[in-house]
């Protein structure tokens, strides 16, 4: 008889086991995350509405305070403004097609030298 590879597939769905937790952590923790950032997102654009709302009301007053008052709500709106296009765009969403670029791009340039070099 043949001796069998038993000892080695214990350990190799052993493995398959640990990198599946491992991915499902990761899953979870990215869908926590993203959970997260829309209830922030839910929320400021709920107050750049009810700020929005404020600023049409005071726009027509003439007292200073109200001036005031609307001076720091228009930079609250600002910064809403600023984290809610944030929100879009994050480096870990881009970082995965910036070095696929990076990677497949410098290797297009790589091989148009190559092919120039032979070529010229």
């Known amino acids: 008889m043949k001796p ?29 995350t993203l959970k997260a950032r829309f209830e922030q997102v839910e929320r400021d654009r709920n107050l750049q509405a009810e700020l929005k709302q404020r600023v049409a009301e005071l726009k027509n007053s003439k007292l200073p305070e109200m001036r005031l008052e609307l001076k720091e709500i228009q930079a609250k709106l600002e910064v809403l403004e600023i984290n809610l296009e944030s929100q879009l765009f994050s480096w870990n969403s881009v970082k995965e097609p910036f070095w696929q670029i990076v990677r497949f791009g410098g290797l297009g340039v790589i091989i148009g030298w190559i092919l120039k070099s032979y070529a010229g």
Do not use: C, R, T
Not at 10 to 31: G, Y
């Open 4 to 32: 069998s590879n038993q000892p080695s597939q214990p350990s190799s769905e052993k493995n398959l086991s640990l990198e599946f937790a491992k991915a499902l952590l990761e899953v979870e923790d990215a869908l926590m």
